[in-house]
């Protein structure tokens, strides 16, 4: 889905939005990400705006999780090109149940980087 976005894209929204502070997501490609004014996670972004503060903003990430981080910030306008990820509207209840129930998608992790993962995981968990 980030891989949608272009440099383009963004060029195009500052002249139609002039001002807008343009944060990108860091799946985004490399040269979107060079053109933004910030990368980082949806959570980063979130505290790009509560820091910074700026007019309006378009965050170049899949529109749900925008419209999470405007609600967070509603004294700031939000541009939205909005660009649906097809395979976050697969992620369903039913589809995760019967993934587990059949234990599909299996996956494997190299050891060296499971044990990194897991450590992350659990700070996560312990906050």
């Known amino acids: 889905m980030h891989e949608r976005f272009s440099p383009a894209d963004i ?4 002249e139609n939005h002039p001002g807008v502070t343009v944060l ?3 799946e985004c490609p490399p040269e979107v990400v060079a053109e933004a004014d910030f990368a980082g996670s949806t959570a980063d972004m979130s505290g790009y705006v509560e820091r910074h503060k700026p007019a309006r903003v378009v965050l170049m990430t899949e529109c749900s999780m925008s419209d999470n981080v405007a609600l967070q910030h509603p004294d700031v306008e939000f541009i939205r090109p909005c660009n649906l990820c097809p395979h976050m ?4 209840l039913a589809n995760i149940r019967t993934a587990l129930e059949q234990n599909r998608h299996v996956v494997t992790v190299d050891p ?7 450590l992350a995981v659990e700070r996560m968990l312990a906050v």
Request: a positive charge; proline letters at 6%; charged letters at 35%.
């Open 24 to 26: 990108a997501h860091p």
């Open 11 to 14: 060029r195009a929204l500052r």
């Open 89 to 92: 509207k697969r992620i369903t």
């Open 112 to 118: 060296g980087i499971a044990g990194r993962a897991r």
